[in-house]
């Protein structure tokens, strides 16, 4: 008797339900998505998330619009729910530890998790980034000791890399190209169908898991070489007192130049994903040059920029310790609201090094948040004023709608304004015809 022959179509007609462990950034827009063509029970440890959801307030703010109340996802805590569940997607985070090694303790438990309650006939898919072989060489184990279970037999696995991208407002779930992997054929074909189901820019069916793994973990590995490059070349610009930014325009004039920026790379992708890539290296015998020179060029960015600063500071006779600096955008990117991983706070560290305690302004960054993770206390936007030095670290949609007015009104009166644009967002003739002293990336 084949377990998986009529799974999709059980699916499809709701007899069976898909379970998604981990209700973050990923996990929760395919867990909305999926509940409007299936049943989806929606499982995550934080009861304080689960009953958010459930009174329909999205903590990602990714989603549309009372997307959440008018899904009909099963929120739950409860593990034992798990059991009603025979496909299971596992979207949980796959962060760095403090040596730049890997750390699956999340994928693993999620692991320990659903294989207590899978029965036969289950498929599992892994969206986790990790490097080539985590999902056969290291989950795959426990899904089998744990279970009791024999894959191949009586359950199969895949691999479908997210390519969520937090505070996107037009590369959406939807319209991104979905890479699916699958043990076998048949996994691939009953893995790709249920993707198919929300994914209206198609599925590409990758030739193994392996594959799907390293196409996921290269694809931010090559925007963290792109950006390392942009990164240098800023430093070497401004040792030689040329914009940039005036530079990319003109070389990007060319056909095939292509659109990176210099800029603080940060966040739970970009930022991490290049060391699960080079972790992997090592354990192969292979020592990685270049991604490793990106890594460690993109790591110092914000100790540079803070460095910058405090010159610009000196030269214009700013003293740093009465100095009132303050510094706008505290997420790791433009219009998220996460602050996992964020570069901004080697900028606020470095400025500490110089007795600069900078003012952190962020409308939509979480108070607690920053405050449990970074211990830094975020101000209103009230105590904008009397300042000496404006840093714009993280342009937000409402930073970037304000003029050179706007930012003069937060500067003291009749004195240098010093006015830091880290990624070179606003017009810099604009202000320099203001009064501004600008400096950027």
């Not at 007899?15 to 998505?33: C, E």
């Not at 966040?267 to 020592?287: F, S, V």
């Not at 900028?347 to 952190?360: T, Y």
């Amino acid at each position: 008797m084949d377990l998986f022959l009529n799974l999709y179509k059980e699916l499809e007609y709701h007899t069976k339900s898909i379970a998604v462990i981990g209700l973050g950034y990923v996990g929760l827009p395919i867990a909305t998505a999926l509940s409007s063509k299936t049943k989806v029970i929606g499982f995550d440890t934080n009861k304080e998330k689960i009953e958010s959801y459930r009174k329909g307030i999205d903590l990602t703010g990714d989603l549309e619009k009372d997307a959440l109340k008018n899904s009909e996802i099963f929120f739950t805590s409860d593990p034992e729910a798990l059991a009603d569940a025979s496909f299971f997607i596992v979207a949980v985070p796959t962060p760095i530890k403090s040596s730049n090694i890997p750390d699956l303790t999340y994928v693993k438990k999620a692991s320990e998790l659903v294989a207590k309650y899978m029965g036969k006939g289950a498929i599992v898919v892994y969206e986790s980034t990790v490097y080539p072989g985590v999902t056969e060489e290291v989950c795959l184990p426990v899904l089998e000791q744990v279970s009791g279970l024999v894959c191949g037999v009586d359950f199969k696995i895949g691999y479908s890399p997210e390519r969520i991208n937090p505070g996107d407002k037009v590369h959406k779930l939807h319209n991104i190209v979905k890479i699916v992997s699958g043990m076998d054929d048949q996994a691939l074909e009953i893995i790709a169908k249920v993707y198919e189901l929300v994914v209206e820019a198609g599925v590409f069916r990758a030739s193994s898991i392996r594959v799907a793994e390293a196409a996921k973990v290269i694809e931010n590995a090559q925007r963290d070489i792109n950006i390392a490059f942009m990164n240098e070349l800023s430093m070497l610009f401004n040792k030689m007192d040329i914009p940039t930014k005036d530079v990319l325009d003109a070389a990007g004039t060319k056909w095939n130049f292509l659109p990176f920026s210099p800029g603080l790379v940060g966040g739970h992708c970009i930022g991490i994903d290049p060391y699960y890539l080079t972790y992997k290296a090592e354990d192969t015998g292979y020592h990685s040059k270049i991604i490793l020179a990106g890594r460690h060029i993109n790591d110092g960015m914000g100790a540079y920029v803070a460095q910058q600063i405090v010159k610009r500071m000196n030269k214009l006779g700013i003293d740093s310790q009465s100095s009132r600096v303050a510094l706008i955008g505290f997420t790791y990117k433009e219009d998220s609201s996460d602050i996992r991983n964020t570069k901004v706070v080697d900028i606020i560290d470095e400025l500490k090094e110089f007795g600069i305690r900078p003012i952190i302004y962020d409308p939509i960054a979480d108070v607690e948040e920053a405050n449990k993770h970074y211990k830094i206390q975020l101000a209103s936007k009230e105590e904008l004023v009397n300042l000496d030095v404006v840093i714009v670290a993280v342009p937000h949609q409402q930073f970037s709608e304000m003029q050179c007015n706007d930012f003069n009104e937060m500067f003291q009166k009749n004195s240098v304004k010093l006015f830091v644009d880290v990624k070179n967002y606003y017009d810099r003739s604009s202000f320099i015809e203001a009064g501004f002293q600008y400096w950027s990336l």
